[in-house]
């Protein structure tokens, strides 16, 4: 699926005759507190305007608003956006009927959304008393006409009788939902206030609530629900996560770092986590990090804050720099994409942001050897070359995922694959696809190939795809799932990363895997040769 111009979701018909389609690869998501906006559905933006215009810019309470400034400022182009609340309380809307009133309440909370409401009797007959027309429109502030969103309703009733019984037909609605009671007669015609005359509007009421500072709990969510992080269920194809700190001075807790890494791993993403507060010195950072445990393959950070013009202050504030990098990473793969074999340059921050402290080269050694990155202002020819960093450190079973440029490169893989294979879970039968699977999984290598992704390496030694009656089974069959494995070279000469990638109706599943697990008895004597040759250098 795709957005379109109009935000409206475009299916994308993918098959064997279609190339592997090169997914994003600096797509991030933001998880946080916002001034408004939908809660718990990923809305995409592509700017800092369009964050300002669904969610309502920047907020003192909450830093996300800073961190998707400070990304799109640094060079981000595509941001999903997840708002969570705490107890936050939606506006309610009052209309007459009789001697009972017609209660409505805004489906998104907080005192930001601003709704009014309409009725009239237009172009129904006067015998039928129990129908009317509701008009409801979001404004951008209280007693404005500058209209955001408008929903009409025609010729709804009170009867629940009717086909257009007001709970049912207002259930697709993006705006009001029904609170209490239903009345038994149809509300009163809203009039002017000025002239008591012509068609008005009632504003709502002033019962909104914006709710506590979120917790770690509100960030987790519920994978049930699709709450919280797990909300991101919903948005397809993004590449960094982001969580910005809970306030000023309280930092994203580790139970929320670590249910979001661990979903970062399901979805094939790289969680960004913020240094701690506390490591305002690349001397405290190193002391912090003698007490950090958390080595994570699909983690980074990068050290220190970020220093950036706080515009609601008036002053120059600290910030933590995970919108910064994200941004920063954006702009670096639109001049050198992940899957060009090239010395790519240290992304550095524009003018109008600088680190927080300065960090002596010495330091930003140490720093890296234990997995963590150092923000740069200014490039300097003697500074030391330094491939940034996942938060691995070492403690993975494949040297290639200490380093961020070799796992990004190897989750855009899978990710383009995994989607761009989803057409063969359609198919009748294994046997039926195999040999145009591999044929497009082949040509999708080739073109990293031929671009130096794995560098002077012949083609037969950088890659292989497998598709046959070796990798499939009774059970497989049975429970209509595809089953391929491929394998793309690692760091060191003849070392390969192997998956097993299987798709059906309901799932893509992605798993690591050794082909010395697989059974391979069908293989020719030549073939049985080269596999013993690599089989025993693959590892889960």
């Given at each position: 699926?795709?957005?379109?111009?109009?935000g409206?979701?475009?299916?994308?018909?993918?098959?064997?005759?279609?190339?592997?389609?090169?997914?994003?690869?600096?797509?991030?998501?933001?998880?946080?507190?916002?001034?408004?906006?939908?809660?718990?559905?990923?809305?995409?933006?592509?700017?800092?305007?369009e964050?300002?215009?669904?969610?309502?810019?920047?907020?003192?309470?909450?830093?996300?608003?800073?961190?998707?400034e400070?990304?799109?400022d640094?060079?981000?182009?595509?941001?999903?956006?997840?708002?969570?609340?705490?107890?936050?309380?939606?506006?309610?809307?009052?209309?007459?009927?009789?001697?009972?009133?017609?209660?409505?309440?805004?489906?998104?909370?907080?005192?930001?959304?601003?709704?009014?409401?309409?009725?009239?009797?237009?172009?129904?007959?006067?015998?039928?008393?129990?129908?009317?027309?509701?008009?409801?429109?979001?404004?951008?502030?209280?007693?404005?006409?500058?209209?955001?969103?408008?929903?009409?309703?025609?010729?709804?009733?009170?009867?629940?009788?009717?086909?257009?019984?007001?709970?049912?037909?207002?259930?697709?609605?993006?705006?009001?939902?029904?609170?209490?009671?239903?009345?038994?007669?149809?509300?009163e015609?809203?009039?002017?206030?000025a002239?008591?005359?012509?068609?008005?509007?009632?504003?709502?009421?002033?019962?909104?609530?914006?709710?506590?500072?979120?917790?770690?709990?509100?960030?987790?969510?519920?994978?049930?629900?699709?709450?919280?992080?797990?909300?991101?269920?919903h948005?397809?194809?993004?590449?960094?996560?982001?969580?910005?700190?809970?306030?000023?001075?309280?930092?994203?807790?580790?139970?929320?770092?670590?249910?979001?890494?661990?979903?970062?791993?399901?979805?094939?993403?790289?969680?960004?986590?913020?240094?701690?507060?506390?490591?305002?010195?690349?001397d405290?950072?190193?002391?912090?990090?003698?007490?950090?445990?958390?080595?994570?393959?699909?983690?980074?950070?990068?050290?220190?804050?970020?220093?950036?013009?706080?515009?609601?202050?008036?002053?120059?504030?600290?910030?933590?720099?995970?919108?910064?990098v994200?941004?920063?990473?954006?702009?670096?793969?639109?001049?050198?994409?992940?899957?060009l074999?090239?010395?790519?340059?240290?992304?550095?921050?524009?003018?109008?942001?600088?680190?927080?402290?300065?960090?002596?080269?010495?330091?930003?050694?140490?720093?890296?050897?234990?997995?963590?990155?150092?923000?740069?202002?200014?490039?300097?020819?003697?500074?030391?070359?330094?491939?940034?960093?996942?938060?691995?450190?070492?403690?993975?079973?494949?040297?290639?995922?200490?380093y961020?440029?070799?796992?990004?490169?190897?989750?855009?893989?899978?990710?383009?694959?995994?989607?761009?294979?989803?057409?063969?879970?359609?198919a009748?039968?294994?046997?039926?696809?195999?040999?145009?699977?591999?044929?497009?999984?082949?040509?999708?290598?080739?073109?990293?190939?031929?671009?130096?992704?794995?560098?002077?390496?012949?083609?037969?030694?950088?890659?292989?795809?497998?598709?046959?009656?070796?990798?499939?089974?009774?059970w497989?069959?049975?429970?209509?799932?595809?089953?391929?494995?491929?394998?793309?070279?690692a760091?060191?000469?003849?070392?390969f990363?192997?998956?097993?990638?299987?798709?059906?109706?309901?799932?893509?599943?992605?798993?690591?895997?050794s082909?010395?697990?697989?059974?391979?008895?069908?293989?020719?004597?030549?073939?049985?040769?080269?596999?013993?040759?690599?089989?025993?250098?693959?590892?889960?």
């Amino acid at each position: 699926m795709k957005l379109n111009k109009l935000g409206i979701q475009v299916a994308v018909e993918r098959g064997p005759d279609h190339s592997i389609e090169h997914l994003p690869t600096a797509r991030s998501a933001f998880v946080g507190r916002t001034l408004r906006g939908p809660v718990n559905r990923p809305v995409l933006t592509k700017s800092f305007a369009e964050f300002q215009h669904a969610f309502g810019g920047l907020w003192q309470p909450s830093l996300l608003g800073y961190a998707v400034e400070q990304f799109f400022d640094n060079g981000g182009r595509e941001a999903f956006i997840v708002r969570v609340v705490n107890g936050a309380r939606a506006v309610t809307l009052t209309l007459k009927a009789g001697a009972q009133l017609l209660r409505l309440q805004a489906l998104r909370p907080g005192t930001r959304e601003y709704l009014r409401a309409s009725v009239d009797f237009d172009n129904i007959p006067i015998d039928e008393e129990s129908s009317f027309n509701l008009t409801v429109q979001r404004i951008r502030a209280q007693g404005t006409a500058q209209v955001e969103d408008q929903e009409i309703f025609r010729r709804l009733s009170v009867l629940p009788s009717n086909e257009r019984y007001f709970p049912r037909a207002i259930e697709q609605s993006a705006l009001i939902r029904l609170i209490g009671q239903m009345p038994g007669e149809r509300p009163e015609r809203t009039l002017d206030a000025a002239s008591g005359l012509a068609v008005g509007y009632v504003n709502s009421n002033s019962d909104g609530d914006d709710g506590a500072p979120l917790t770690d709990y509100d960030l987790i969510g519920s994978r049930h629900d699709h709450s919280g992080i797990f909300a991101l269920h919903h948005a397809q194809d993004f590449n960094f996560l982001c969580i910005p700190p809970l306030s000023r001075d309280k930092d994203v807790g580790p139970s929320a770092l670590l249910v979001a890494a661990r979903y970062c791993k399901e979805r094939r993403a790289l969680l960004i986590i913020d240094p701690p507060s506390n490591w305002q010195t690349a001397d405290e950072a190193l002391a912090g990090l003698r007490d950090w445990n958390f080595p994570n393959e699909n983690a980074l950070m990068y050290f220190p804050r970020v220093l950036a013009h706080d515009k609601l202050r008036g002053h120059f504030e600290s910030f933590a720099p995970c919108g910064a990098v994200a941004g920063m990473l954006a702009r670096c793969d639109e001049i050198s994409p992940v899957w060009l074999l090239t010395e790519r340059e240290e992304p550095i921050l524009r003018p109008g942001f600088r680190p927080a402290c300065l960090v002596g080269e010495d330091r930003r050694i140490r720093l890296a050897s234990l997995g963590v990155n150092t923000i740069q202002a200014i490039r300097s020819p003697g500074r030391v070359g330094l491939r940034p960093r996942t938060l691995a450190a070492g403690n993975t079973a494949s040297a290639d995922w200490r380093y961020l440029p070799a796992r990004r490169l190897a989750l855009f893989i899978l990710n383009s694959i995994g989607g761009g294979t989803r057409w063969i879970a359609e198919a009748s039968s294994p046997a039926g696809v195999a040999d145009s699977l591999v044929a497009q999984v082949r040509i999708f290598f080739e073109g990293l190939h031929a671009a130096g992704t794995f560098g002077p390496r012949p083609a037969d030694d950088a890659f292989f795809v497998i598709c046959d009656e070796r990798i499939h089974s009774t059970w497989a069959e049975a429970s209509n799932e595809v089953h391929f494995v491929i394998g793309f070279a690692a760091g060191r000469e003849h070392e390969f990363h192997c998956f097993r990638i299987s798709q059906s109706a309901a799932s893509l599943k992605i798993q690591p895997v050794s082909l010395n697990r697989l059974n391979f008895s069908q293989y020719s004597p030549a073939e049985l040769e080269w596999v013993d040759g690599i089989a025993s250098q693959l590892q889960n």
